[in-house]
């Protein structure tokens, strides 16, 4: 609302600005006042009997006016966004072999280290080296007798992440929760939205580089798609597998649920004072349902 008051200043003062510049131009040069009533009449007059006016006279109006109006375009001018469609990659089936029961997590080989993780189980093989790579693992190949969370589902074409507690916490906390979708190979446990265009994203028992990896895929959207506006991004892994050596340093790391509550009680969403009737975050809100929804196509 201050954004669009500044605005409308802006253009009174544009407008008196050049208004009075053209009246001093054509004044000095043709001894015509713009802002006369009487003036006017007597142009129309001589119009009317065909008496001979300057051409330039005309042109020096045109011009006049239409510097009023380019000025006026360029200072209230709508801040259009747009959205980069991304298309969507079809992955190839590959054919089915006879695997273990178990999920098996490989990290690569010195001579292979530009190549992204690949899991494999009893459906097949899928090599992850799509844009957002899920790295919940640090060192080297080793295999789990189980999945690390009964709550995270390990299938053929993603890693999906289910915890209700931490939902509840960023909605205690003021946050608005936002659907999560299948980023690359990954669907993290949290995304959300506050205030002062800020965005949470949260996974439980990976390594940060799989939170960065989607702070990442956002990041390049809104550069691409946003102009003069700042989104503050925060990233967090509960219990992270490389929490001994993060290789994300911008991620917050914490040990339990707990922890992240106590941390988020003193972290809530603070109201916006230059947003009082809701209507910038409500087309936030609808800014971010679309990247994800975009996001969600890789």
Partial sequence: MNE??????LGILWTTVSTLALCFWLNINFGFNLLSAAHWRHLAYMQASQQPVKTIFYVSLIIGFSFIILGLYVLIRPNLRRIKLIKKHKQKKQPETSQPETPVV???????SARPPIITNN???????ADIPPAPVVGTTYTHNKPQSER????????????????????????????????GAFCPALIAIGNNTTLWVGAVEVGTNAVQGIIDAFSAI???????????????????????????????LFKTIDDLRDYMQDHRNTPDEDDPDGEGFEAYSNYISTVIKHLGTF
Wanted: charged content about 25%.
């Fill in 4 to 9: 669009k008051f500044n605005k409308f200043l």
């Fill in 123 to 129: 459906r097949g093989s899928i090599d992850y080296s």
């Fill in 222 to 252: 809104f550069r691409d798609t946003l102009e003069d506006i700042e989104i503050n991004t925060h990233g967090f892994v509960v219990n992270a597998t490389d929490a001994d050596a993060p290789k994300s340093s911008d991620i917050m």
């Fill in 152 to 183: 995270i589902e390990i299938t053929d074409s993603t890693i999906v992440q289910d915890y209700p507690e931490i939902t509840q916490i960023f909605q205690d906390a003021g946050y608005t929760i936002k659907e999560p979708t299948n980023i």
């Fill in 106 to 112: 490989t990290t690569p080989s010195i001579s292979e």
